[in-house]
């Protein structure tokens, strides 16, 4: 029960990221992430595209720093990384969607989910509220892994409320991290 009330104070403090798994099977699962921040759909548009090696965290990359991290904000754009000092990189996402200041659809599979038959859909859509933004991220998952992919789920909600959370704070504060 204390549990309980550790997580409903967590998730009701003011400011606090509301994530959750919003459905979850062998086969898939979808993670929500929701964050209201303090700035203007554009400029929350802006910093998510353009600032994404400042907020994303470099535990999350493959080279260790988030700083090779870009996203081309355009159909067929990608969400890569680069590799310092030798040809190559990575491509986390592909751009499908975009309408600048509102909405942003990429396609992937994260992390360590790229070496799974799985892939992922990523929406984030941006909405003007209570003098700020509404930041709303569904990140759909699916495909096969012989043990079935509900372990996941858990995890990647995990990471992507860390994600979001700081570019909150980048975007609030001018940094990832309070």
């Known amino acids: 029960m204390q549990k309980l009330g550790v997580f409903l104070v967590a998730l009701l ?14 086969a898939g699962f979808s993670v929500k992430v929701e964050e209201m921040i303090q700035a203007p759909p554009l400029t929350v548009y802006a910093r998510l595209v353009q600032d994404v090696g400042n907020w994303w ?3 999350h990359t493959f080279t260790g720093n988030s ?3 870009s996203i081309e904000d355009k159909p067929m754009g ?16 592909e751009v499908i969607n975009n309408e600048v200041g509102k909405t942003l659809v990429m396609t992937g599979a994260l992390g ?25 991220v569904v990140y ?12 996941w789920a858990p995890i990647v909600d995990s990471v992507l409320t860390e994600q979001f959370t700081r570019l909150k704070s980048y975007i609030e504060t001018g940094k990832p991290e309070n």
């Open 67 to 69: 700083h090779f991290l």
């Open 13 to 26: 403090a003011p400011g606090a990221a509301l994530a959750v798994v919003a459905d979850n099977s062998e």
């Open 112 to 136: 360590p989910l790229q070496g799974l038959a799985v892939i992922g859909t990523m929406s984030i859509q941006l909405t003007p509220a209570d003098g700020g933004t509404k930041l709303s």
């Open 140 to 151: 759909n998952v699916g495909g096969y892994q012989p043990h079935g992919l509900t372990s």
């Open 57 to 59: 965290s470099p535990k």
């Open 78 to 93: 990608c969400f890569c990384e680069g590799r310092p000092n030798v040809y190559g990189g990575i491509r986390h996402m």
